[in-house]
């Protein structure tokens, strides 16, 4: 009688193996677009990882595009491209985008200087890694904002002091 065979060693990084389960996840559909992710350290407890790890976890989906992340809120899933890397529904991409991809008007050309002509020197990630630069900077200014209207509103509600005391 031979024995079982033994299970193969996963030998990948325990930061990657939480990302492609953390990715099928997503896939799947079990994480909607819009939904938070798990905290980190709910990470940490599902895999059974560091802090620094299950962090990793996230940045490889970050990177990919799967998710974003908001300073002080979590991780979300990301809505701007479906299961499959194709746009969703109501998205009408760049035509420098359509015509580099082949799906734009024949006679249509892409100009010098933009992101779909190889001498622009950009690359699709550098101009995500670019968006999301920008899409962090928004949030921060969004924050801010919110703290100044939270302000103006604590001032209004104060009942004013008239007359004034001399």
């Known amino acids: 009688m ?5 299970k193969k060693q996963d030998r990948r990084p ?10 099928r996840d997503i896939k799947q559909g079990r994480f909607k677009p819009g939904e938070q992710m798990p905290s980190v350290r709910e990470l940490q407890e ?4 560091a802090n620094m790890t299950a962090r990793s976890a996230l940045n490889v989906l970050r990177d990919e595009g799967l998710i974003y992340t908001i300073h002080g809120r979590g991780s979300f899933v990301a809505d701007v491209a ?3 890397g194709e746009f969703t529904i109501g998205y009408t991409a760049p035509a420098w985008y359509l015509a580099k991809n082949g ?12 992101p779909g002509n ?3 020197g950009f690359s699709i990630i ?3 890694a670019t968006l999301r630069d920008e899409i962090r900077a928004l949030s921060a200014e969004h924050q801010e904002l919110r703290r100044e209207v939270e302000a103006l509103k604590k001032a209004q509600q104060q009942p004013p002091s008239w007359p004034p005391q001399t």
């Open 14 to 23: 325990p930061y990657q193996h939480a990302a492609d389960e953390l990715r």
């Open 118 to 120: 190889e001498s622009a």
């Open 2 to 6: 031979t024995p079982a065979p033994e």
């Open 82 to 84: 479906d299961r499959t």
């Open 103 to 114: 799906k734009g008007e024949p006679d249509e050309e892409v100009e010098e200087g933009e």
């Open 46 to 49: 599902r895999f059974g990882v």
């Open 126 to 128: 550098e101009l995500l």
